[in-house]
């Protein structure tokens, strides 16, 4: 029979299991619940961090969108990552979900005045829990083979000393406070990328990108463009809405559709090769990327709210029309990632140039200023060019392919 004692091991095995070791996390499992909870809590500091820059278009609003954004992502990526690699289903996992939250919920109370007055409080939170991130890599390290020692320990330090230098910059002027944040975003993701450029094989084939990965950066995505659908919805309930209104407001919703239909036409759902530059591109690509789609949120209050007037406002075709060039781009940069672009190589040496022009007219849109109504039939047009040379190509090709002979049958006929 089984002793009590034993039951209880048993039990407190199941609920508090060790962090996972290094090269043990399964790779192809579903994303849980609780995953999806914890992303839905971080999209509502995105959602405040755009319903403040909505308020603010201004490029130092833009500045300060930009540090948050960043800071915000990396702690999600930390988290994201954290339980991809140790992380269980357990109590041990949920309570390790659970104390990031707790911390989460009022860094994102501090997100409208973080450029300001609660700048100080929100660099102090900030702090708090990348420290926490900090030590559960630490508890994670614990269980390292010896060729993961080093790296853990390098990613631990530096966790550790970016949170030592968050609670500093709420010692600084706010333009000061702001300027430190974007620079210590872009230094911490230097560093990861490093650590992964240097890797070790064995290293690199551990943080390989797995399925349950691509489904959580994607999930990202989709929950973020729900903001470009919040952004319409905020600009018709600010005012009387005429058929103009109501026509710029749809078309808005269109344009981030447009959004998600090229990034999952031609990016999501693939994972990168299992190379260490495909890895880092794939996952840092994604940074900017869900910035834009947040930020082209922010700007379709602005769009929807001056329908009525002759030209748009300065500030809001800026971020509108930029941020929909920076979502072309930057889901070239992450299908450059996956196998499927040497394999379609023809495809994509259409679609790159495709999408880089097509960026590229965006900002000729943004720099005209036409009025909304225009600009955004003009953004829905842009979009939909990578789509409609796809498909072309897809027809050309599909028929060539079809009047090809089948290898094994050619000869002579009679």
Do not use: K
Request: aromatic fraction near 8%.
């Amino acid at each position: 029979m089984v002793s009590q004692d034993e039951r209880r091991a048993r039990l407190r095995r199941l609920l508090w299991q060790p962090p996972r070791a290094h090269g043990e996390q399964p790779l192809e499992r579903v994303v849980g619940p609780l995953e999806l909870f914890y992303d839905l809590v971080v999209v509502v500091l995105v959602a405040q961090a755009s319903h403040h820059f909505a308020g603010h278009l201004t490029w130092g609003g833009l500045a300060e969108f930009a540090a948050v954004f960043a800071l915000v992502w990396i702690a999600w990526f930390n988290g994201t990552l954290h339980h991809e690699l140790h992380g269980y289903d357990d109590a041990r996992g949920r309570v390790m979900f659970l104390l990031q939250i707790l911390v989460l919920v009022p860094l994102a109370a501090y997100i409208p005045g973080a450029g300001g007055a609660r700048g100080a409080a929100f660099a102090v939170d900030a702090s708090v829990l990348f420290a926490v991130l900090a030590v559960l890599w630490r508890l994670a390290a614990r269980g390292d083979s010896p060729d993961f020692r080093r790296p853990s320990r390098l990613f631990v330090t530096g966790t550790a000393v970016f949170a030592v230098l968050l609670a500093v910059t709420a010692a600084l002027a706010a333009e000061d406070r702001v300027l430190a944040w974007g620079l210590m975003a872009l230094a911490y993701l230097a560093g990861f990328a490093t650590m992964i450029a240097t890797a070790t094989p064995s290293q690199a084939t551990v943080l390989s990108v797995t399925a349950a990965l691509t489904e959580r950066f994607g999930l990202l995505i989709i929950i973020v463009l729900g903001e470009t659908v919040t952004g319409v919805v905020d600009g018709l309930a600010a005012g009387p809405n005429t058929a103009l209104t109501l026509a710029v407001a749809l078309l808005a919703v269109v344009v981030g559709f447009g959004a998600w239909w090229t990034y999952f036409d031609f990016a999501g759902h693939r994972s990168p090769r299992r190379t260490r530059a495909a890895t880092v591109q794939w996952m840092l690509t994604h940074l900017p990327l869900t910035a834009a789609v947040a930020a082209m949120g922010a700007a379709m209050v602005g769009l929807v709210e001056h329908a009525q007037d002759g030209r748009t406002p300065a500030t809001t075709a800026w971020v509108l029309c930029a941020g929909s060039a920076v979502v072309l781009c930057t889901t070239m940069g992450v299908a450059a990632s996956p196998e499927a672009w040497r394999r379609e190589r023809g495809l994509y040496r259409l679609l790159a140039p495709a999408c880089a022009g097509a960026g590229l007219a965006c900002l000729g849109v943004g720099a005209a200023r036409p009025a909304p109504l225009v600009l955004g039939l003009a953004l829905v047009l842009l979009l939909g060019v990578p789509w409609m040379l796809a498909v072309a190509y897809r027809l050309i090709h599909d028929d060539e392919a079809a009047t090809e002979p089948v290898p094994g049958t050619e000869g002579p006929t009679t």
